[in-house]
């Protein structure tokens, strides 16, 4: 008897040990600081020049996200310009004024506010603007402008026209206003892959068809671009999710659906899967949307800031993320019971993002 | 044509402007048959179809409130409201969507008192009285969806993408949208009343009419079919984003003037209305099929409304006779 109790008594031990002993590393691991965290508390402010879609809300949780890994971070202030540059220049000088050590800014109207970053700037603020360049130098009129490379993106989506398409074809590029710096890099970094092979033809206006961005605008384009090329073998777009209510005009036709390089999302993921049984020649190739382009940008403002170690780069590379062919680096993914308007390629997770979105 | 046999007020079959766009339409699609043969494709009609059926409906509205002597610029807005009402209030269940529609309208005839009785009682400036009606909208429409757009609902799409003898459902609620607007404009008594305030308030309110009912209600009528083509636009657009409206303000606006209603009010072109609006879809896939550069696309499209406008406000018979070697008399010189 007693010894059993011993017995119980050893095992109740050595189980509770374990327990303390799990619990210790799980807490030493949600505890282990980032290296771009360094000891001084600070607050952080946050400004958007628009924040009204679905990319933006999941892009300024992501920057949230990442705050909330450093400690040092004492508070985050945010602010949206809701696509008025007057508002943006007035949130970033209130955010000044409020006295945050470090701001972190989305300049949508991009050389117009300049004029505010400088001021921070001269004010001691360490200011971080990223994604859209607004002019200026860095050291000069901000700190450090925190890039990403548009045209990898087409290079990328160059390279898997090249081994789907091996033997050449015609490609279709859409993407959104006309004369968008985003469309026009990557417009370049296609060509750069694509020219020496003179094997592909591009198709439509030049350097894009001009969508907008906008669906219905799109769809009305697409159609158009359908009845006059009977054959397109490819599109490019750089905003995936807004050709899921065009693709069905090949349908429509009476034609297959081609093989698509583009950006990721949701809704389009769960396109393919319920369409690529139909349509053999429907393969998909993305690219991450890129809403961790803000953590990035967090990075080097905390670093800076609470004097931390600096990330390695300040340019936000341009991942690969499905692939229909290979599954490399991921293969086609759909959340059938999420909203479509999540991006899978973002760190945050898509139930997370699913909350976000609808709220 | 002798006094005798004019029609009494403006029952006549065929206006100015319904006989102008309609030759017009039917030349731009000999124009297209001849030179972007591609705009003519199946696919390409089959899509064009839908969009110019909602316009057509939006179109009706603005032509309502035009007859008013008005003009609706709180469109965009009402329609964008309407548009994530039934896209976001559902979201994907279609056994919400009867309510969702229930509750576009309720906000359509909200919107539309707004602005009636701003414009009817207040008797604001139609411009500013619909500007500051859109601005709320357009806050309402932010504040339910913070811009994020909806996948349409499974049911909806369905109506959008039907097709009943080889034609998309939406040309068929058009057509009977336009036919019932007309003939209830046209044929009833209360029809009537609402096309003489339009014309002359003055006159409508010595003969006893009761003029404000008819200015303000111009609004609620229009945005109830704002609303009917924002649902079709839902139908057709897989997920529309929360500022479809914005495509609609202008060509609302330009089917109107094409269709020749006055923009000082009176008599009103419904059906020119809506052919108005089968035009400009047209022409938008026209210039597409063209290949041309989108900047050009703009200008074609700018140019079809300047002509409109031009044709029926220029009185050309006095350019005529002004110009030289026409004149009657010459000025002698001093």
Request: net charge positive.
């Amino acid at each position: 008897m007693r010894d059993r109790r011993k017995g119980a008594l050893l095992v109740f031990a050595v189980v509770s040990g374990a327990v303390l002993l799990a619990a210790a590393t799980s807490s030493a691991r949600t505890a282990a600081v980032p290296s771009w965290c360094g000891a001084k508390k600070i607050t952080l402010g946050l400004t958007d020049g628009f924040g009204g879609n679905s990319w933006r809300l999941v892009t300024t949780a992501s920057a949230r996200d990442e705050a909330k890994k450093c400690p040092s971070v004492t508070s985050l202030t945010y602010a949206d310009g809701q696509g008025n540059t007057q508002k943006a220049i007035s949130d970033i000088q209130g955010m000044v004024a409020k006295g945050v050590n470090a701001l972190v800014v989305f300049p949508d109207a991009g050389k117009a506010i300049l004029p505010a970053l400088r001021s921070a700037y001269k004010q001691g603020v360490v200011t971080v603007p990223y994604r859209v360049t607004p002019g200026g130098k860095a050291g000069v009129d901000y700190n450090v402008f925190i890039d990403t490379n548009f045209s990898k993106a087409g290079e990328a989506w160059g390279k898997w026209i090249l081994r789907v398409l091996p033997k050449g074809g015609n490609v279709l590029m859409l993407s959104g206003p006309k004369g968008n710096s985003q469309g026009v890099d990557e417009n370049k970094g296609l060509h750069k892959i694509l020219d020496p092979s003179h094997k592909y033809t591009f198709i439509g206006e030049k350097p894009f068809e001009v969508t907008n961005w906008d669906p219905a605008l799109t769809q009305k384009v697409l159609s158009a671009d359908i009845a006059k090329y009977p054959k397109i073998d490819v599109i490019v777009s750089d905003f995936g999710p807004s050709l899921v209510g065009a693709l069905p005009e090949f349908t429509k036709s009476g034609r297959k659906i081609p093989a698509l390089a583009t950006s990721d999302g949701n809704v389009l993921g769960c396109f393919w899967k319920t369409h690529h049984a139909a349509n053999p020649t429907f393969k998909l190739f993305t690219v991450s949307t890129q809403n961790d382009h803000a953590r990035l940008a967090i990075d080097w403002a905390v670093a800076l800031a609470t004097g931390g170690k600096k990330p390695p780069t300040t340019h936000f590379p341009a991942p690969s993320f499905e692939d229909s062919t290979t599954g490399k680096p991921h293969p086609v993914e759909c959340y059938p019971n999420l909203p479509g308007d999540i991006y899978l390629s973002a760190e945050l997770s898509p139930k997370v993002q699913a909350k976000l979105v609808k709220k | 044509m002798p006094k005798d046999t004019v029609p009494r007020g403006s029952n006549r079959l065929f206006s100015r402007g319904l006989t102008t766009v309609a030759v017009a339409t039917v030349g731009l699609f000999l124009a297209s048959f001849l030179f972007a043969n591609s705009s003519l494709n199946r696919g390409v009609v089959l899509t064009m179809l839908p969009f110019a059926s909602a316009l057509a409906i939006a179109g009706l509205g603005q032509t309502l409130v035009v007859m008013q002597g008005g003009i609706d610029l709180s469109v965009a807005g009402g329609f964008s409201l309407y548009v994530v009402i039934v896209t976001k209030y559902p979201a994907g269940d279609n056994s919400r969507l009867f309510a969702a529609l229930a509750i576009a309208v309720a906000a359509a005839i909200a919107a539309g008192m707004v602005n009636g009785f701003l414009v009817g009682r207040m008797r604001l400036n139609p411009i500013v009285a619909t500007l500051g009606t859109n601005a709320l909208l357009y806050g309402a429409v932010l504040w339910y969806t913070a811009g994020i757009p909806t996948t349409t609902t499974a049911r909806l799409a369905h109506l959008g993408s039907k097709l009943w003898l080889g034609i998309p459902a939406p040309a068929y609620i058009a057509v009977a949208t336009t036919l019932l607007v007309t003939a209830v404009v046209k044929l009833t008594p209360p029809g009537r009343r609402f096309e003489g305030v339009g014309a002359n308030e003055t006159a409508a309110l010595t003969s006893g009419i009761y003029t404000r009912r008819y200015r303000g209600g111009a609004y609620v009528w229009a945005q109830l079919l704002y609303c009917l083509a924002a649902i079709l636009h839902a139908s057709i657009v897989n997920q529309p984003t929360a500022y479809e409206g914005d495509n609609y303000l202008l060509p609302s606006v330009a089917a109107v003037v094409l269709g020749g209603t006055s923009l000082l009010g009176g008599r009103g072109n419904l059906v020119a209305t809506a052919i108005a609006a089968l035009f400009l879809s047209q022409l938008d896939q026209f210039v597409l099929a063209l290949g041309v550069t989108y900047a050009t696309r703009t200008l074609v499209q700018a140019a079809a409304l300047a002509a409109g406008v031009a044709l029926y406000t220029i009185d050309w018979g006095a350019i005529g006779r002004r110009l030289p070697g026409r004149r009657p008399i010459s000025v002698a010189p001093t």
